[in-house]
């Protein structure tokens, strides 16, 4: 399991590494033709990306060159747009490189499990994307799977769908919010989704 630190700020790199240290075995970067050259030498499970380090025709450079492993770019100053933008050229998690330790051992292990970790406005703003985009008819499998919701959890699922949080949904529906998430839990649970995120893009996306 090696994961690789990239910054050509070194005391990013010292605390990357402290916040990490002994969990897992680091290697570090301190310039791009040094990270393009040990991704072409050697497959890194993980990345760490510190955002200065690249722009996006460097990060797709990159991913060319180590097509196997997981990207996590990290932000001085992280916003939606840069979010998505990055998303979309392959990087499977986003966040700010002053993360907590806490945050960043888990983010570290849900990207290693295979998921994606991304900030609750980047989730927020790629579902607003996706229900612009929605199909007017329900694939048939979507159907299937959202078939056994009951009707209130089919209105909380149509409003997570269109983007709206917690707060609006129980302000929407004049329910508490704590219900609107035990209705979440549930719609997860039936729907085999597990995120708010897989839910509207199997509303929106059918």
């Not at 097509?67 to 966040?95: H, R, T, W």
């Not at 089919?154 to 219900?179: D, P, Y």
């Amino acid at each position: 399991m090696a994961i690789l630190l990239s910054s050509a700020n070194k005391s990013v790199i010292t605390r990357w590494e402290s916040l990490l240290g002994g969990q897992y075995p680091l290697e570090q970067a301190t310039l791009l033709r040094e990270l393009k050259s040990r991704c072409t030498e050697k497959r890194f499970d993980l990345i760490l990306l510190h955002r200065p380090l690249v722009d996006m025709d460097a990060f797709s450079e990159l991913r060319r060159a180590a097509p196997l492993s997981k990207f996590f770019l990290l932000s001085d100053q992280p916003n939606e747009d840069e979010g998505i933008a990055f998303l979309k050229l392959g990087i499977v998690g986003y966040g700010n490189t002053y993360i907590s330790q806490v945050r960043l051992v888990e983010a570290v292990r849900v990207i290693l499990g295979g998921a994606v970790w991304l900030g609750q406005k980047v989730i927020q703003q790629l579902i607003l994307e996706s229900y612009s985009k929605a199909k007017e008819k329900v694939a048939p499998e979507s159907a299937q799977r959202l078939a056994g919701l009951t009707p209130a959890e089919h209105k909380v699922s149509e409003l997570v769908a269109q983007g709206q949080s917690n707060l609006e949904i129980a302000f929407n529906l004049n329910i508490t919010e704590r219900t609107v998430k035990a209705h979440l839990t549930s719609i997860y649970e039936k729907t085999k989704t597990g995120s708010r995120l897989s839910l509207a893009l199997l509303i929106n996306r059918g």
